[in-house]
């Protein structure tokens, strides 16, 4: 299967201060990209579609100023979280989509565990 | 009704048993169906991947899939405990949207 990379995959940071997390595609191109957030205990919660070369689509309730998407070349994408807050800490999770026999397959990178204190 | 639903479980079941995991789907024009295995405090890996009705079969896992009815189910053949885990059934709906629709996820238990 494709294998899909995430950096870093644990970060703590303080309150007010932004992380920058990186999914990148390692041998194949994904021209779009997911977003998840996951709590303990609960199940996967999609944050965003990444598409490169344009604007994300966030879904209904996440703050896209808060959460920023960028997705600059077919290999990439980045979330930002901005202002981290405690609320904030998470296991985000990437995901690539790779077209596979005329159909997608999406394929999950290992994570980053966020804990803002 | 939800878009994607599974027995949240626990389902318990002996080492070396057949495991079996159910999942049904709202949107009959669903075109492909995942089965995802996520350890507890990791990421999702896929499974199992099936686009046509019947059966599809990769070592101890079977994916069968019944589109008239709405479901896809997972098997798991010789059960083992590293088996444990929680199973999550993803649906790809129709459209150009190609958004995975998610279940909640079953939750295994393998006991030896």
């Known amino acids: 299967g494709a294998v899909v990379s995430q950096h870093p995959s644990w970060v703590i940071c303080k309150s007010g201060t932004s992380v920058k997390i990186e999914c990148r595609s390692l041998?194949?191109?994904?021209?779009?990209m997911f977003w998840y957030r996951q709590f303990p205990k609960q199940s996967l919660m999609l944050m965003a579609t990444?598409?490169?070369?344009?604007?994300?689509?966030?879904e209904q309730g996440v703050e896209k100023d808060k959460f920023l998407i960028n997705h600059a070349s077919l290999t990439l994408s980045t979330l930002t979280v901005t202002s981290a807050h405690p609320e904030d800490s998470s296991f985000y999770i990437c995901s690539a989509r790779e077209l596979a026999g005329g159909l997608y397959e999406q394929y999950f990178g290992p994570g980053t565990r966020l804990t803002v204190t | 009704q939800k878009e994607v639903e599974q027995n949240s479980g626990p389902l318990s079941v002996p080492e070396g048993a057949i495991a079996s995991l159910n999942c049904t789907y709202s949107d009959r024009g669903s075109q492909s169906f995942f089965w995802y295995r996520q350890y507890s405090g990791k990421s999702p890996e896929l499974i199992m991947s099936i686009y046509s009705n019947g059966d599809k079969e990769d070592g101890r896992f079977t994916a069968q899939l019944n589109k008239a009815s709405q479901y896809v189910s997972l098997l798991i053949r010789d059960s083992q405990p590293s088996d444990s885990a929680t199973y999550l059934c993803?649906?790809?709906?129709?459209?150009?949207?190609?958004?995975?629709?998610w279940g909640l996820g079953t939750s295994l238990a393998v006991n030896p």
């Open positions: 041998d194949f191109q994904a021209t779009t």
């Open positions: 990444s598409n490169e070369g344009s604007k994300a689509t966030y």
């Open positions: 993803a649906v790809n709906p129709p459209g150009n949207n190609r958004k995975l629709i």
